[in-house]
């Protein structure tokens, strides 16, 4: 089975500042996706990023982006130019591409991400 | 498009009592996972229907529940009988195809006194 884990409990940032949030997983598998989910207060579980791993390119949405090292098996998410909204929970979270009866996704129990204004 | 739809957004309830939890996918969404959210396990899979059939059930914790999903619009999480360690936040989620994103509900907050 696969597993997710995110080492950083909670990190602070400074409001315009970068911010790196960890993530690695452990998988025999080849062919997966990455996703980085933001939970902010709400609850509402909002996608942030997703990465399949037969990229090599490091996907980017405006703001976020990723560092994806297949071989070490990490996929950490930066922040650049931190903002008051981005304050929530961060998950990390791994799907397998091979069907089968494994289409959910295994979440990391999340870093809580604070800005500081 | 309404997005998911989970309903009720909060529910309490005391031990012992039957509980049921619904969902209304995206429309021409084939596939519909339930999660369940604590602070002790974190986010973890239920169970997903693809085209209305269970697929995988493994992540359902005891026979008290169950789910159905008896059309393309509709699913339900039922507890039965409900104890306070399945206290949480159940959140339901969609997606079109296989490969595409999961798109999730508002998440239905549960107490079990």
């Known amino acids: 089975a696969q597993t997710v884990t995110q080492s950083q409990p909670e990190m602070s940032v400074q409001e315009a500042e970068t911010v790196t949030l960890s993530c690695t997983y452990d998988t025999s598998e080849s062919d997966y996706y990455l996703f980085w989910y933001k939970q902010p207060p709400s609850r509402q579980m909002i996608l942030v990023i997703r990465?399949?791993?037969?990229?090599?390119q490091n996907a980017t949405e405006n703001r976020f982006s990723v560092n994806f090292q297949k071989a070490a098996k990490s996929f950490s998410l930066k922040i650049s130019d931190s903002q008051l909204g981005d304050a929530a929970m961060y998950f990390c979270a791994y799907r397998s591409q091979t069907g089968g009866g494994a289409d959910g996704l295994t979440f990391g129990k999340g870093t809580h991400l604070i800005i500081q204004p | 498009d309404a997005g998911v739809i989970q309903s009720p957004r909060h529910e309490v309830t005391e031990m012992g009592q039957e509980v049921t939890l619904r969902c209304k996918p995206i429309?021409?969404?084939?596939?519909l996972f339930w999660y369940r959210q604590t602070m002790m396990r974190g986010l973890e899979l239920l169970i997903y229907?693809?085209?209305?059939?269970?697929?995988?059930d493994s992540g359902m914790p005891e026979d008290r529940f169950s789910a159905k999903m008896p059309n393309a619009s509709f699913s339900t999480l039922k507890i039965q009988p409900s104890e306070p360690r399945d206290s949480a936040v159940y959140f339901c989620a969609s997606s079109p195809t296989r490969m595409a994103e999961q798109f999730f509900g508002p998440g239905t907050r549960l107490t079990v006194l």
């Open positions: 990465q399949e791993a037969y990229k090599q």
């Open positions: 429309s021409g969404h084939d596939y």
């Open positions: 229907f693809n085209n209305n059939v269970p697929i995988d």
